[in-house]
T-cell receptor, first 113, second 116 residues
Framework: DQQVKQNSPSLSVQEGRISILNCDYT??????FLWYKKYPAEGPTFLIS?????DKNEDGRFTVFLNKSAKHLSLHIVPSQPGDSAVYFC????????????FGAGTILRVKS | GAGVSQTPSNKVTEKGKYVELRCDPI?????LYWYRQSLGQGPEFLIY????????DSGLPNDRFFAVRPEGSVSTLKIQRTERGDSAVYLC??????????????FGEGSRLTVL
């Protein structure tokens, strides 16, 4: 039972264009959402997060949008850079479950120069 | 170093053997997590410590898996009678936040376990 789903295994984008990574969740108890970025042979690193009381959070080139009614969130990267090429994981947590994160399977982003 | 440190980075063992994986969290972080990542999947929760005690071990797949954190800092994940299906990258993460709070986790680079 996958509670967090990233349906696109990979995405290829031209440098300078927008990258949009999508994530869907099924558990309505989730109240905090995070995106992690992972390079090969490294651990995941935190990128950006959003609380369920918001619908948008922006940090430089990265913006996360949350649509609670659709149980959907997305990560926008504008403009995309070759160094953004990595695996991106969506994760969710619920206060009732402590700080335990539930991860999606990840999306491989390739930014072509 | 300032980050989460995991050893060994790579471990190859034979089916049926016992392995230990070590995690040294960021100094002062009270919460420590173990995750397992299989090929093509996201990290999967195993166990969470708040201080010395296991606050949630619901992710441990069976009783061959056990983890300790005796002094509230370093943690060891122990796997008995390893099976080929245990092959994965085992990730450790720590967090400065107390139980029940949300926040980011800081991950180590992982220990890649291969069971032949």
């Amino acid at each position: 039972d996958q509670q967090v789903k990233q349906n696109s295994p990979s995405l290829s984008v031209q440098e300078g264009r927008i990258s949009i990574l999508n994530c869907d969740y099924t558990n309505s108890m989730f109240d905090y959402f995070l995106w992690y970025k992972k390079y090969p042979a490294e651990g995941p690193t935190f990128l950006i997060s959003i609380s369920s009381i918001k619908d948008k959070n922006e940090d430089g080139r990265f913006t996360v949008f949350l649509n609670k009614s659709a149980k959907h969130l997305s990560l926008h990267i504008v403009p995309s850079q070759p160094g953004d090429s990595a695996v991106y994981f969506c994760a969710a947590s619920a206060r009732e479950y402590g700080n335990k994160l539930v991860f999606g399977a990840g999306t491989i982003l390739r930014v072509k120069s | 170093g300032a980050g989460v440190s995991q050893t060994p980075s790579n471990k190859v063992t034979e089916k049926g053997k016992y392995v230990e994986l070590r995690c040294d969290p960021i100094s002062g972080h009270t919460a420590l997590y173990w995750y397992r990542q299989s090929l093509g999947q996201g990290p999967e929760f195993l166990i969470y410590f708040q201080g010395t005690g296991a606050a949630d071990d619901s992710g441990l797949p069976n009783d061959r898996f056990f983890a300790v954190r005796p002094e509230g800092s370093v943690s060891t994940l122990k796997i008995q009678r390893t099976e080929r299906g245990d092959s994965a990258v085992y990730l450790c993460a720590s967090s400065p936040r107390t139980s029940g709070a949300t926040g980011e986790l800081f991950f180590g680079e992982g220990s890649r376990l291969t069971v032949l």
